[in-house]
């Protein structure tokens, strides 16, 4: 038993978990994406990982979150070696967007979107509704949000880092 995180620190330079079976994969142009973190709240979670991984699955969502899951990866997997960055895009935010609201319509519910998070997210898929291009936007079971930049986004990359002056960034 092992969790996507760890799948991630073993397989590079993609991880693929499907099921029980892990692998690496690569995506050539994609496979060295520059990481940087936003880190919105360094405070402990007050729902766990593990704690979240079960409450989801009270969520009346849940079943067709598992549907939509498959279809996604298959879209994403497209994507990638279609070099697609916009529809990598779009699929990457859905893809956490869906998760978060799993937590939202879970029994309890619970959320790590506070306010603060709701406007970074707000800004960021602004500036890809007004540049077109940006950074690929996710965030795990936390209120950190995670960016993801190709090789060829250097200068968009500080652009972007210096709107977040008043928020911790690891890079």
């Known amino acids: 038993v092992g969790s996507g995180s760890s799948c991630r620190s073993f397989f590079y330079p993609w991880a693929i978990w499907e099921k029980d079976r892990v692998f690496a994969k690569s995506y050539a142009k994609y496979d060295k994406l520059d990481h940087v973190l936003l880190v919105v709240s360094r405070s402990q979670k ?31 997997n497209e994507a990638l070696e279609e070099d697609n960055w916009k529809e990598i895009f779009n699929l990457v935010w859905d893809e956490f967007i869906e998760v978060h609201k799993l937590f939202h319509t879970s029994k309890p519910s619970f959320s790590y979107c506070d306010k603060n998070v709701m406007k970074i997210l707000e800004r960021l898929h602004s500036w890809w509704d007004w540049h077109e291009d940006g950074p690929l936007v996710t965030m795990d079971a936390g209120p950190n949000i995670h960016l993801l930049f190709r090789q060829d986004q250097r200068a968009i990359k500080k652009r972007i880092i210096d709107n977040f002056k008043d928020i911790e960034i690891i890079s």
């Open 46 to 76: 007050h729902i766990s990982s593990s704690k979240a991984h079960s409450l989801v699955q009270t969520s009346g969502n849940f079943k067709l979150r598992m549907n939509n899951v498959k279809k996604r990866f298959m879209k994403l």
